[in-house]
């Protein structure tokens, strides 16, 4: 079964602090990988994918991810995070066969003080 | 093009109601997926539709029904709200399974 697991609940940075939110999924086969960011009563934009070639994607705002297959990671970063990246992170897979949804994680919430 | 739009945006229903949570898509997507959002708990599927006239269950299918008609709307029916259903729904679209999920403004739900 496929699986997908955010490690960090909740996370609290300043601003200008470097941010990583790790992911770490569970399957065996090629994945299409997501991280979605819902932003505070708004709905789910996609922030970066990962679908084949360079695992080190780049994202919308600053945002970056890399996909170590070894590790059936992908995990998100920014160097400098803005009081504006206040949010919930979604990590998301979806297995790579026709007609299949995505699997989420149970998601991150980012506070940043300014 | 308004993407994914979804309504009501908030409702409270008693045990026992039923109502639909209402989606449409203007931009051809074949691929339209119904999901809920649980504190803590991420978003589960609920339903999906491949194109109009096919629908398959999702993870947590259980006091949902929905249909898909045309290509544009994909409705979620409840017949009888339990609390178990409070939660804020989502719908999704996609032109192909390959591609990326376009998601609308979310329901919320909330039944006493």
């Known amino acids: 079964a496929q699986s997908v697991s955010q490690h960090n609940h909740h996370v609290i940075l300043s601003e200008a602090a470097s941010l990583e939110l790790g992911c770490n999924y569970s399957y065996g086969g090629t994945v299409n990988l997501f991280w979605y960011v819902q932003y505070p009563g708004q709905h789910l934009q996609l922030l970066l994918k990962?679908?084949?070639?360079?695992?080190l994607v780049k994202g919308i705002k600053g945002f970056e991810a890399e996909f170590i297959k070894s590790k059936f990671s992908f995990n998100l970063r920014k160097p400098s995070v803005q009081w504006s990246d206040t949010a919930e992170y979604f990590c998301?897979?979806?297995?790579?066969?026709?007609?299949?949804?995505?699997?989420f994680g149970k998601g991150t919430t980012l506070s940043v003080s300014s | 093009n308004a993407g994914v739009t979804q309504t009501p945006k908030f409702r409270i229903l008693k045990i026992g109601q039923s109502m639909t949570l209402q989606c449409t898509q203007d931009?051809?997507?074949?691929?339209m997926y119904w999901y809920r959002q649980d504190p803590g708990m991420g978003l589960k599927l609920i339903y999906y539709?491949?194109?109009?006239?096919?629908?398959d269950k999702g993870e947590v299918p259980n006091g949902y029904n929905v249909s898909r008609s045309t290509t544009e709307d994909f409705p979620l029916r409840l017949e009888l709200a339990a609390p178990s259903q409070t939660s804020v729904y989502f719908c999704?679209?996609?032109?192909?399974?390959?591609?990326?999920?376009?998601f609308g403004p979310g329901t919320r739900l909330l039944v006493l």
């Open positions: 990962y679908f084949s070639g360079d695992p």
């Open positions: 931009m051809n997507h074949n691929y």
């Open positions: 999704a679209s996609t032109r192909e399974a390959q591609e990326t999920q376009y």
């Open positions: 998301a897979l979806r297995a790579n066969q026709a007609g299949t949804a995505l699997i």
């Open positions: 539709s491949v194109g109009a006239g096919i629908t």
